[in-house]
């Protein structure tokens, strides 16, 4: 029959959704794509880093000074969605996305949506000031009082040590420069997008992936519906005495399409929150 062939679109549909959403969920959390580099120096991951300009594909932990050729941000090279070249040994480096980034509260405790800075500090970041180069907008947000805050011994571009409260934030990688003060100019049209549906900056990997499941999940639901309703009608008109049965049918099919409507909304918001 074909409510028969219904049912069997429709599961295949909620698979190829479910495949996804562990696809995702397993990359969301640091949903960026990394490059392999290589250093002079040891690198922490969640540093701040700079091009090297004496040698190719080299960088360096990212200050003020070299704030101008900043890069992206230092991961692991199992934290990264897409990691480019991957080699041990090397420096597997952030430049669009997600990711975490060792800030300190040297300008002032940081809000989801400020920019993040470079610093007088290698490496670590801050909340922006006016003309600053910035590597991201903040997702969450850091205070000496935040969860895992430390206070560390930490050297600045003169070579003098202090204390500094450190910590991480998640930021959606925006490289450029304050100039305004305010992080919504510098979006592009999928961030600002982003951020007038979940209030906050989203990072356009997160934005993409919402939308292609948003794409495949209404897919399966056109699918289910037309095909479950439209196959209950000829099946009842062909035998009417098999209409009961039918129609318990057609209730598990209805009942699949609000399973998979959930379960995509719950990916989506995952992913932009």
Do not use: W
């Amino acid at each position: 029959m074909r409510i028969t062939s219904a049912v069997k679109v429709g599961l295949t549909g909620f698979a190829a959704l479910v495949v996804l959403m562990s696809l995702t969920t397993a990359g969301a959390s640091s949903a960026n794509i990394s490059r392999s580099y290589h250093s002079t120096v040891s690198i922490t991951n969640g540093s701040i880093l700079s091009l090297d300009p004496s040698k190719t594909d080299y960088v360096l932990p990212a200050n003020t000074d070299n704030g101008s050729r900043l890069l992206g941000i230092a991961v692991g090279a199992t934290d990264s969605l897409l990691a480019v070249d991957a080699t041990e040994g090397a420096v597997q480096v952030a430049t669009s996305g997600t990711a975490t980034v060792l800030v300190s509260g040297l300008n002032g405790p940081i809000k989801a949506g400020d920019q993040i800075a470079v610093s007088p500090f290698s490496g670590v970041g801050m909340k922006a000031l006016p003309g600053s180069h910035y590597i991201g907008l903040a997702q969450t947000a850091f205070s000496d009082k935040s969860q895992g805050a430390t206070t560390q011994n930490v050297v600045g571009k003169d070579g003098k040590t202090s204390q500094l409260h450190i910590g991480y934030v998640k930021v959606s990688i925006v490289i450029g420069v304050n100039n305004t003060g305010t992080g919504n100019q510098q979006l592009n049209t999928l961030q600002r997008l982003g951020k007038s549906i979940s209030g906050h900056p989203v990072s356009n990997v997160r934005i993409i992936l919402s939308m292609l499941v948003a794409g495949i999940a209404l897919l399966v639901l056109i699918t289910l519906i037309y095909a479950s309703i439209y196959g209950s009608i000829i099946s009842v008109g062909r035998n009417p005495l098999a209409k009961h049965a039918i129609f318990r049918t057609l209730g598990s099919v209805l009942g699949m399409v609000i399973l998979t409507a959930i379960t995509a909304t719950a990916l989506i918001v995952f992913l932009l929150r």
